[in-house]
Nanobody, 122 residues
Framework: QVQLVESGGGLVQAGGSLRLSCAAS????????MGWYRQAPGKQRELVAS???????NYADSMKGRFTISRDNAKNTVFLQMNSLKPEDTAVYYC????????????????WGQGTQVTVSS
């Protein structure tokens, strides 16, 4: 019903920046909340940041001041601006959507993208 496709990952050196994008497509009316999660090797998947359709944001403490989440509701797209990247930020970053309203009036609980690799060297 809904597909999420991430892009923008890659290899950067410490202190550099990347901008991730996630585009939602499929048969749905709206998405209440979208966010970014990440998972490093040997670690559990963790929240990076999330944003509601009204613009409210939530960040993990370690991301505050460095990462910025934003969204374009009309285009069903969410972005993650990543600045001052550190080697510990290396992980697969996943896009997430929750409370997805369908045209039938029902809600889908969640959807996940395939992930995009972010590698920070030095």
């Amino acid at each position: 019903q809904v597909q999420l496709v991430e892009s923008g990952g890659g290899l950067v050196q410490a202190g550099g920046s990347l901008r991730l994008s996630c585009a939602a497509s499929g048969s749905f009316l709206s998405i209440n909340e979208m966010g970014w999660y990440r998972q490093a090797p040997g670690k559990q998947r963790e929240l990076v940041a999330s944003i509601t359709s009204g613009g409210g944001t939530n960040y993990a403490d370690s991301m505050k001041g460095r990462f910025t989440i934003s969204r374009d509701n009309a285009k069903n797209t969410v972005f993650l601006q990543m600045n001052s990247l550190k080697p510990e930020d290396t992980a697969v970053y996943y896009c997430n959507a929750v409370s997805i309203r369908t045209y039938s009036g029902s809600y889908l609980t969640s959807a996940w993208g395939q992930g995009t690799q972010v590698t920070v060297s030095s």
